[in-house]
């Protein structure tokens, strides 16, 4: 895809000397600390080492090679995720993520950890057959699982054509069209459908939004455009049926539900990707987009327009971060804009790179605010500014169910 920075000129200068300067610090504080921690969280895409490689591998798009700190740094992180004795499922914080990263950079590298991916892919070793062990969201379960299996279809020159981790989510989907979290486990370790008690969680992180569009992406990747679009239409209809008018906000006179349960529901106030609606309409609104019905995609990406607008006059209640801050808006916006070429989502984005470039220039503040990581640090803050001044496609927004 050709895309479309939303920055030129000075201000795309000034972004990208910005992010340069903020990435280099960053990238090479998550590879020290992951040469000398054994603690799994020091390898993951969240705040570890394969945040910092998926990091490279986007600037070494932009430059056409990779460096020999950037080579090292993926030799380590094949090696961080092979020497592991326990498997996490993890997207966020686990292998997923780490070979995710892996994979995506060096399809030859994650050869090496074949055992690992399979397991993985398959249900974390029989673990379907053993299925109270798993989770379904994004950020910890199935869901992140098989964000890492469409990475492995794509690079892998076997294709597999089947995927356990994707048959336990469509199996564990709600008749109504979610998935439950049981509200007795704090690791939610418990099959959702099989749980008396529990919740129903709509955001991108934890909840259906996320694994709906990675489910529905994952089936649109294979070519099953009728699996895709039956998984959207169920899905989405849930979602409306527990989304509510607003009347604060009357452009769009809907507010999305954020939990729901026997005790009712809860709407929509806040504005990140994690559990906005800027995350979840630009999520469903590109995943409708992607199976060729605009018109169904309208309403959602009006939802994320909205919830776009509402972080900006957060002002300095926004977080700078990808997960619940204004890098994650910027991201959306730059997504959408190439997705729609609608110039509310430039405009909205513009004003967010030119916050966010005042806020990388202050290090020490920054990182005192929010770390060193992708999702919620500095590298994310860094990889933001690059996609709205680079004309390098940020292929890693998948990860953010953005494509
Ligand atoms: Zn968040």
Known sequence: MNWKPLLEGKDASAAIIAAQRLAGLAVTTLADRARTSTHPGSVGLAGGLAGAVVHDQYVAAYHGKRNREARSRLELLAQ?????????????????????????????????????????????????????EHEFDLIRGMAGVVQLARVLISTSSTRR???????????SLDPAGYWRTPVRSSRRAVIP?????YYVDWGIAHGCSGAAATLVRYAADLGNRTAATTILTSV???????????????????????????????????????????????????????????????RWLEIALAGIKRGLQAGDRLMPGLCHGAAGLLMIAARLFNATEDERFLTLGQQLADALTGIAHDHTALVRRTGYGLLEGALGVTLALSLAASDVEPTWDSVFCLS
């Open 80 to 132: 961080r995720v092979t020497s592991d004795p326990a498997i996490s499922p993890s997207l966020f914080t686990g292998h997923s993520g780490a070979l995710w990263a892996l994979a995506r950079t060096s399809p030859t590298h994650a050869m090496t950890v074949d055992g690992l991916r399979n397991a993985l892919v398959d249900g974390l070793t029989g673990g379907v057959d053993r299925p109270t």
């Open 161 to 171: 054509n089947h995927c356990r981790s994707a048959g336990w989510l469509v199996d």
């Open 193 to 197: 459908s099989v749980a008396d008690e």
């Open 236 to 298: 989405t209809s849930a979602l409306d049926r527990h989304s509510t008018r607003d009347d604060e906000h009357p452009r769009p006179a809907v507010r999305l539900p954020r939990f729901s349960g026997p005790k009712g529901v809860e709407h929509e106030r806040s504005f990140a990707w994690c559990y906005g609606e800027a995350g979840v309409g630009a999520a469903i609104g590109l995943c409708w987009l992607s199976a060729g019905r605009p018109a169904e995609a309208t």
